[in-house]
């Protein structure tokens, strides 16, 4: 049985304060000596998730936007895949254009008065300083085609009534470090479609799914083996996952320790 890994990047394989991996290098060399897929599933964009894949010098398909596109490189698979093809990917959309999704914050903005603003409304350096994000990174987080993160100054009361608006007008939201609003795709759906061509492919698989949010949770219940790492705090997010595994550490030290414990059922 071939084990896959899917995996959220902020705050899980990356450090919540300063995105650093190095913590979980010891199950990251265990991944690629035995040629475990690892499947980045992220709210990042594209274009986020392509550069850490250059530093990760990671071949494997991924997730964009909170499960808003599945990128597959051309050939993976030894069959058909399918997808529109570009940039030596197959690109399977899930998600409503980042246009739309920024439409409907606006009409929300205007109709409601509350203080809202979206990541496009930003420039790279304020997206920064609000992220912990390099400048160059935060470009790339700008670069987004289905999910729109933004924030809103308000109370409690404000923010119950703009999220309620997103769900009337038929998008939805997420929240992690930051609120999202998106269409009805979610990180389950899109890992779904891989699960299904990695069984395709290897005929039995295992699936592994580390998080660290509640935005989370699609994806988790498609894994059999699911896993909440600690957040800064100290505590995990309160969510009721059948098998659900809480590692002992935040972000990428839980990420290490949960991966090295479930792959030794493998060997």
């Given at each position: ?231 800064p705090g100290g505590g995990h997010e ?30």
């Open positions: 049985m071939k084990p896959v890994i899917f995996t959220d990047l902020d705050g899980t394989l990356l450090d919540p304060v300063d995105y650093s991996y190095e913590a979980a290098s010891e199950a990251l060399e265990v991944i690629k000596r035995k040629k475990i897929p690892l499947v980045f599933t992220s709210s990042k964009t594209r274009a986020e998730i392509e550069y850490l894949r250059e530093r990760f010098s990671n071949r494997d398909p991924f997730i964009s936007e909170n499960g808003g596109a599945v990128f597959i490189p051309e050939g993976y698979f030894p069959f058909p895949t399918e997808g529109e093809k570009t940039d030596g990917l197959r690109v399977i959309t899930l998600g409503s254009p980042v246009s739309e999704v920024r439409k409907a914050l606006e009409e929300i903005k205007h109709s409601t008065g509350a203080k809202i603003k979206g990541f496009g409304e930003m420039g790279a350096e304020e997206v920064a300083l609000l992220s912990g994000l390099s400048v160059v990174e935060a470009g790339l987080c700008k670069e987004r085609e289905f999910d729109e993160p933004f924030i809103i100054d308000g109370d409690e009361p404000v923010k119950e009534e703009v999220l309620g608006l997103i769900e009337k007008t038929g998008f939805s939201w997420t929240r992690g470090r930051f609120f999202h609003i998106l269409g009805s795709h979610d990180k389950g759906r899109a890992v779904r479609i891989l699960k299904d061509l990695f069984t395709s492919f290897y005929g039995k698989i295992a699936t592994i799914g580390l998080g660290d949010n509640l935005n989370d949770v699609p994806f988790l219940n498609e894994c059999d083996h699911p896993v909440l790492v600690r957040k309160p969510a009721e996952i059948p098998g659900l595994i809480r590692a002992e550490g935040v972000g990428p030290i839980g990420w290490n320790s949960a991966v090295l414990r479930i792959l030794e059922g493998f060997r």
